[in-house]
């Protein structure tokens, strides 16, 4: 009996950890421009954007985790916007790199799926997006953000466990697309709001009165980060 259980757990990590084929070029050019057509409609953005909120709170809770903070709960709303918030050490470097990491988060979450596809790792991929979607889980405190995070995570286990290859594979490719397109739009966003006088309590406003550097200049940051993960894992995903 333990042997047979030893024999499936190690079968199932193989499957897990093991490669799968590269997708065809036109189902990666294909899963691109379906990314790109979740980005780019302002209609279609108010929905999609939704997927960015959670990666963009959930890098603000696993930074605060790592740096030794305190995670008490993590909100999302129906108008895309979130709220995490930890208890710790109002400044200092745990506080900035926490602060930083929710609009690098989901360009470097696709810069990291990228780079896993690459490898031709993709049920690996979907497993820890899994994971990380239950995780964050546990920590969300309002209906609508539970909601979402269900919804996101009972999709990728679905793929996971009942689609075939090739619709993991395009699956895989265009959350990863999505992540680094989508990953682009938001510190662009947050420039035009801040441009007319709004926005005053976003992260980068955070951030300069921790760090007494300039909002432009955290802008600059989140402006780098995505566009050169875009340009990083866009060469991963094409093969170039």
Known sequence: MHSTAAAS????????SGTQPDPDTWVVLATA??????????AVWRLSRNAVT????????????????????IRLHSDTSGLTVSRGKPTGLGMILTAAAGYTAPPLLGLGGAALLGAGRITLLL??????LVA???????????????????????????????VQAAFAYAVVWFLLLGGVR?????????????????????????THVPPGMWLFLFHAVSLCSLMGGGRWLLRL
């Open 186 to 210: 938001p510190a662009f966003e947050l420039q035009a709001k801040r441009r007319r006088g709004g926005a005053g309590e976003s992260d980068a406003d955070q951030l300069a009165r921790l």
């Open 54 to 73: 959670i990666a963009h709170e959930g890098g603000h809770g696993l930074v605060a985790l790592l740096t030794g903070r305190t995670l008490t709960g």
């Open 136 to 166: 964050m889980l546990v920590m969300i405190r309002n209906a609508y953000g539970a909601l979402t995070v269900v919804l996101a995570g009972g999709t990728f286990m679905a793929v996971s466990w009942l689609a075939g290859p090739q």
């Open 33 to 42: 421009a379906v990314a790109l057509g979740a980005v780019l409609p302002p």
């Open 9 to 16: 757990l190690a079968g199932l990590w193989d499957e897990v």
């Open 127 to 132: 497993w820890l997006a899994t994971a990380l």
